[in-house]
């Protein structure tokens, strides 16, 4: 781990700042992912902001009828939180299914969005990466693919987006509010926050550079039936191959968002107007112009019939 300055914040206003005046800097709060990075010198910022005092730990009702989640909420208290359980299942599910329980007890809502990938070459630094060392090309592109993406990959990268949150936010329309180093605030959706590679896949975000997320927002809860199905090489401590967040309505209708399978949380509106039909004819909206590799096709299979199980459990929960 290379040589780096430290100052705690203590207002968004000077985290901000800090940030822009100090290029290459990170903010930090539960580090659960950063410091691994450090480690390993993929990622090697000058100067650390910890973030922890700025008392982003809180879920509140909006006014609207939504919720307001505070960006360093931990994974553990948001699971369990009584409002997120009793509306918006699929978000505890998701949590649940993630990491370990020592690793929910530190990692935040706002870094458990911002994880990077856990391709293997990714961490190899002896290895060319793209999202790593941008033009240095891809080494899962023919090589070991079995975890890659599927759709919505590029000739720059194949690489998945590992966070469980992000599925379920992503099909509970979440929005990502920001502040940037100007001062000025925005909210993004969630379907705008997380890039596809392209030919820069080491712009993962909509972020912008020194810009200080503050809270994760959900609309009003949306009735029916929540699932989270994930599908992996062991039942603990491991990321998706796929997953599924749905919300299944008594009609048979609903949403449905993939994990596992792309370089961001992966939505299709228009495939939702097949779930009445089934998991196979969804799916194949839902991943059509897929191009998997020899070695992941199987997970197209794989989601048809991961969404097939999430489709029987909500029916057997209506009946």
């Given amino acids: 781990m290379r040589a780096f300055t430290y100052e705690r914040a203590t207002s968004p206003a000077q985290a901000v700042s800090a940030a822009a005046r100090t290029p290459g800097a990170r903010f930090i709060a539960g580090g659960t992912n950063l410091l691994d990075l450090m480690k390993l010198e993929i990622e090697t910022p000058g100067h650390l902001i910890d973030v ?149 896949p080491q712009v993962e975000t909509a972020l912008e550079p020194g810009e200080l997320i503050t809270a994760v927002t959900l609309p009003a809860p949306v009735g029916g039936k929540h699932v989270y199905h994930k599908v992996r090489d062991r039942a603990s401590y491991a990321f998706a191959l796929v997953s599924v967040a749905a919300i299944v309505q008594r009609d048979g209708s609903g949403r449905v968002a993939l994990g596992g399978v792309a370089h961001r949380p992966w939505r299709v509106e228009a495939a939702e107007r097949e779930l009445p039909r089934g998991a196979a004819a969804t799916t194949a909206v839902l991943l059509a112009g897929a191009r998997p590799t020899e070695q992941n096709a199987f997970k197209v299979t794989l989601v048809e019939r991961t969404l097939d199980a999430v489709l029987a459990d909500a029916k057997e929960a209506r009946s």
């Fill in 52 to 200: 922890n005092g700025l008392g982003f730990d809180k879920v509140e009702s909006t006014q609207n009828g939504g919720l307001r989640i505070g960006a360093l909420v931990r994974n553990t208290d948001l699971a369990a939180n009584e409002r997120v359980r009793r509306d918006y299942g699929v978000l505890s599910r998701a949590l649940l299914a993630g990491a370990s329980a020592q690793l929910r007890n530190k990692a935040t809502t706002a870094g458990n969005l911002l994880q990077r990938t856990r391709c293997p070459y990714f961490y190899d630094t002896n290895q060319p990466c793209n999202k790593r060392q941008p033009d240095s090309g891809c080494s899962a592109i023919g090589g070991f693919s079995r975890q890659h993406a599927v759709i919505g990959a590029s000739e720059a990268c194949i690489a998945t987006q590992p966070s469980d949150m992000a599925v379920a936010m992503r099909v509970l329309d979440a929005g990502v509010e920001t502040v940037r180093t100007d001062g000025s605030r925005r909210t993004i959706p969630i379907a705008d926050f997380h890039r596809l590679p392209g030919a820069t």
